[in-house]
């Protein structure tokens, strides 16, 4: 059986848990786990005055966190193997600089999501918060590789300077998509907002709901329509992982953008044309 962390005694101060890493706990016991110290503002308290742990990682290399969790940062960082699941909600940082993986997040969750992602995949099934695989402030690339997925509405600035991996948006997206993307693929299947691909060098931004095409920046150019074969494949790809893809996307038509013409102008956003 996995092991599973339940919160018992929620906390309005943000805790902090990345010394809970499955590469290790599935070396401890239950015991061994609860006395963990973890990070509650300026303190550190054991793992034990807010959740409860039982079983072992040991055999299957999976974990739980139970309960609702948006107070809870930095579940599964750096993640490199097995299975994290959280039953509820998650809070901030939610897999950041995780290597391989998985992570499935039944409810929402906050910002930075997958922050500077190399491998791996990110599975939320409500919401996220801003800056979802982007990269951290100072930083100089975000995502790297991997997935993440999220079923619902996601924030400001997906994909800020990611390199490599994909990161598909079953509702809204918000302002700024792509700023500075580097390359790598951004599938966004709602309501749009403003600005996408402010900075982009390369990578591709895909809308697949034409009436909710955002209005394009000035150093973007209409280049073509067309039937891209790359999208069918990368959709069936995200049926495979349990997303929620419409079947009309898989033969749609696109019109084509190339830009950002201020910066190397490879990159592309496609807009799906309508019936």
Same mark, same amino acid.
């Given at each position: 059986?996995?092991?599973?962390?339940?919160?018992?005694?929620? =906390? =309005?101060? +943000?805790?902090?848990?990345?010394?809970?890493?499955?590469?290790?706990?599935?070396?401890?016991?239950?015991?061994?786990?609860?006395?963990?110290?973890?990070?509650?503002?300026?303190?550190?308290?054991? $793992?034990?005055?807010?959740?409860? /742990? =039982? !079983?072992? #990682?040991?055999?299957?290399?999976?974990?739980? %966190?139970?309960?609702?969790?948006?107070?809870?940062?930095?579940?599964?960082?750096?993640?490199?193997? !097995?299975?994290?699941?959280?039953?509820?909600?998650? @809070?901030?940082?939610?897999?950041?600089?995780?290597?391989?993986?998985?992570?499935?997040?039944?409810?929402?969750?906050?910002? %930075?999501?997958?922050?500077?992602?190399? @491998?791996?995949?990110?599975?939320?099934?409500?919401?996220?918060?801003?800056?979802?695989?982007?990269?951290?402030?100072?930083?100089?690339?975000?995502?790297?590789?991997?997935?993440? $997925?999220?079923?619902?509405?996601?924030?400001?600035?997906?994909?800020?300077?990611?390199?490599?991996?994909?990161?598909?948006?079953? !509702?809204?997206?918000?302002? #700024? &998509?792509?700023?500075?993307?580097?390359?790598?693929?951004?599938?966004?299947?709602?309501?749009?907002?403003?600005?996408?691909?402010?900075?982009?060098?390369? @990578?591709?931004?895909? *809308?697949?709901? +034409? #009436?909710?095409? &955002?209005?394009?920046? +000035?150093?973007?150019?209409?280049?073509?329509? *067309?039937?891209? /074969?790359?999208?069918?494949?990368?959709?069936?790809?995200?049926?495979?992982?349990?997303?929620?893809?419409?079947?009309?996307?898989?033969?749609?038509? *696109?019109?084509?953008?190339?830009?950002?013409?201020?910066?190397?102008?490879?990159?592309?956003?496609?807009?799906?044309?309508? /019936?």
């Amino acid at each position: 059986m996995p092991l599973v962390c339940e919160l018992t005694q929620p =906390s =309005s101060i +943000p805790l902090e848990v990345d010394t809970i890493r499955l590469e290790a706990v599935r070396e401890q016991s239950a015991d061994q786990v609860q006395a963990t110290l973890i990070q509650r503002g300026n303190e550190q308290l054991p $793992l034990a005055d807010f959740f409860d /742990v =039982s !079983g072992s #990682a040991a055999d299957d290399n999976e974990m739980i %966190w139970r309960g609702d969790c948006s107070k809870v940062k930095l579940i599964g960082t750096h993640l490199t193997s !097995g299975r994290i699941r959280v039953e509820g909600n998650a @809070g901030m940082h939610l897999g950041a600089e995780m290597t391989g993986g998985e992570i499935d997040v039944s409810g929402d969750a906050d910002d %930075w999501v997958g922050a500077e992602l190399h @491998g791996g995949r990110i599975h939320v099934r409500g919401n996220a918060g801003h800056l979802v695989g982007a990269v951290y402030r100072g930083g100089r690339r975000g995502m790297t590789g991997g997935e993440i $997925l999220i079923d619902g509405d996601a924030g400001n600035e997906i994909g800020h300077t990611m390199r490599r991996g994909m990161i598909a948006i079953g !509702g809204r997206s918000g302002d #700024a &998509p792509g700023f500075n993307m580097i390359a790598g693929s951004l599938l966004l299947f709602g309501d749009a907002g403003i600005r996408p691909g402010a900075g982009m060098r390369r @990578g591709t931004i895909v *809308y697949t709901k +034409p #009436a909710a095409a &955002p209005d394009m920046l +000035p150093t973007f150019k209409f280049a073509c329509e *067309y039937q891209p /074969v790359f999208l069918r494949f990368m959709f069936l790809q995200l049926k495979a992982f349990g997303f929620p893809v419409p079947d009309d996307c898989l033969d749609a038509i *696109y019109h084509r953008h190339c830009g950002d013409f201020l910066e190397e102008g490879k990159g592309e956003i496609l807009l799906r044309a309508a /019936v």
